[in-house]
């Protein structure tokens, strides 16, 4: 480029080149964002793992109840454990002291508290000084290995090859070698700008805990944390078609034996009422009926025999039962539960025993913003609009000549659905498995109404090993084109997180926080 003679063409030049610089560091600045994104994220990511790991003592050790031989699976929870709180307390300090030495973080002007945003988060003479020249980078990688193997050495000796790979915590002695670098802490810290290396360090913070929840889930299929189900205790059951009737009606119950095996069980019970034999049908039901000849209250004693399916011994079990004959009354109580949900229908049954339907009059007050109207059925239907707070209720009053009754229903918001792909909500999961889903749906489980929530959105992060991790921000359920570019890479030994799951349900107003997973490749 030949120099220009001109001033005007001169400035024209000069002012180029101060655009570009700033242009660079702009660039610049979003590559340490990106820095800060990645580093909070793999917190978040530790933070589930620690969660999920602090549940497996528990499994384990009573898994390891079930057989003597299985007690030094048992033993091996607490090293593993102690194990990784060392490592990870060791790597948490190398993190402390970075960010100390480069000044630690920059104070808000108007409240003087420290934010986020480091003051020496470019300094690259610290990263150097510190983990190269002074040799805290080799003994992290010496650690690493160190560390690796006493992992390792918590399985059996047949598995150690076979879950070897399965154990994340490794260094690259490859790359560096290939690369003619002096040394591996060199390759990965040297000249390295602080708020770059944070993440290099909570990758191997992330590396530490994967390891231990691979021998956490070593140790409980060991020990086989899949319950055994064993009969060895029982009570009777008496179901009454109704609880309450009227005079002149006959009363029928169902008396069984509850936890009893059903039709394919061979255990052989007996059942008999105030001393009188029932016939027992294949599911193990006896059915028990008495007629209503006056008002007030009625008991009943049942006896059972069974031949414990664990001891073969032959065990009775005798309780009490007790129902109420009365008059003509009038009841009211919702079909599912005692609550009402927004956004949903809520079903209602009233009954008035003896008053002819025309007769009864049905209406509703109390918080809620609710509205009740009649189905062709007979049955009502509520509508409701606000959560009721303590100690406020929605009132449904049912009225009919000479009888007047109200019910309490407390308001609420239907429950948080749960995040599931491939109707799972976490674990372990096979690459071409992990591929071929769409992405998240929301399920509301136990939930007996008929309401669909919907996923909104969510952040998807790849943590693959020895790489770094991708993240991709995701609108609604199904994968956007980067969410299926980051899914389309999975492979064995990945973990992949979604986090930040929001739904909405009906009568949400916005979407709401549900539940995170976390997914580890094989």
């Known amino acids: ?37 990645v580093d909070k994220s793999m917190a ?14 528990e499994l384990i050790s009573a898994g390891a109840k079930k057989r003597e031989s299985f007690a030094t699976y048992a033993d091996r929870v607490a090293p593993a454990r102690q194990y990784s709180a060392e490592l990870n307390q060791y790597i948490q300090n190398i993190i402390d002291t970075l960010i100390i030495t480069s000044g630690g973080y920059m104070a808000d002007k108007e409240t003087g508290q420290p934010t ?52 994340t915590l490794d260094v690259d002695d490859a790359t560096w070698q290939k690369k003619k670098k002096k040394s591996w802490a060199e390759m990965n810290f040297s000249h390295m700008p602080v708020q770059a290396t944070l993440p290099i360090l909570r990758k191997f913070q992330n590396d530490v805990k994967n390891s231990e929840a691979t021998i956490l889930n070593y140790l409980a299929n060991k020990v086989g944390t899949n319950v055994d189900v064993v009969l060895d205790k029982f009570t009777v059951v008496s179901a009454a078609k109704k609880s309450y009737v ?14 009893f095996a059903g039709a394919d069980s061979k255990t052989g019970i007996s059942i008999s009422v105030d001393g009188r034999s029932l016939p027992v049908d294949a599911e ?80 509703m007050t109390g918080s809620g ?29 049912v009225a009919a000549p000479g009888l007047s009754e109200k019910r309490e229903f407390r308001v609420k918001r239907i429950p948080n659905p749960n995040a599931k792909l491939s109707n799972s909500m976490g674990g372990v999961m096979g690459a071409g498995e992990f591929k071929a889903q769409k992405g998240l749906f929301a399920v509301l489980d136990n939930f007996d109404f008929d309401a669909k929530c919907e996923i909104i959105g969510y952040q998807l992060v790849r943590v693959p090993r020895r790489q770094d991790p991708l993240i991709a921000a995701n609108k609604g359920g199904g994968y956007n084109a980067e969410a299926r570019g980051v899914v389309d890479q999975a492979k064995a030994g990945d973990t992949y997180y979604f ?8 009568g949400d107003a916005s979407g709401r926080d549900i539940n995170q997973l976390v997914f580890k490749i094989n």
Request: aromatic share 8%.
């Open 246 to 259: 009227i005079k002149g009606e006959t009363y029928e119950a169902d008396i069984f034996l509850s936890a």
């Open 369 to 397: 913003g609710g509205s009740i109207s009649k189905n062709s059925d007979g049955t009502f239907n509520v509508k409701v609009s606000t959560p009721t707070k303590l100690g406020e209720f929605a009132y449904v009053t």
């Open 284 to 363: 193990g039901v006896a059915k028990y009926s008495a007629s209503a000849g006056g008002v007030g209250l009625r008991k009943y004693s049942a006896s059972i025999s069974v031949t414990n399916p664990v001891t073969n011994e032959v065990q009775t079990f005798k309780k009490e039962f007790e129902y109420e004959v009365g008059e003509r009354s009038v009841s009211v109580s919702a079909t599912k539960m005692n609550v009402f949900y927004i956004g949903v229908d809520n079903p209602v049954a009233v009954s008035a025993a003896g008053v002819p339907s025309n007769q009864v009059q049905v209406s």
């Open 499 to 506: 986090e930040n799951v929001k739904a909405k349900c009906p």
């Open 1 to 37: 480029m030949s120099i220009p003679k001109e001033p005007r063409q001169i400035m024209i030049n000069i002012m180029y080149l101060v655009l570009t610089a700033l242009l660079a560091l702009n660039v610049s600045a979003e590559i340490f964002n990106a820095f800060k994104v």
């Open 116 to 167: 986020e945003k480091l003051k020496g988060e470019k300094d690259k003479s610290v990263t150097t000084r510190l983990l190269v020249d002074k040799g805290i980078g080799e003994e992290l990688k010496a650690k690493i290995l160190e560390y690796k193997t006493k992992f390792l050495s918590l399985l059996d000796t047949a598995d150690v090859a076979s879950f070897s790979g399965d154990i």
């Open 44 to 57: 978040k990511s530790n933070a589930s793992l620690d969660e999920s790991n602090s549940k497996m003592p």
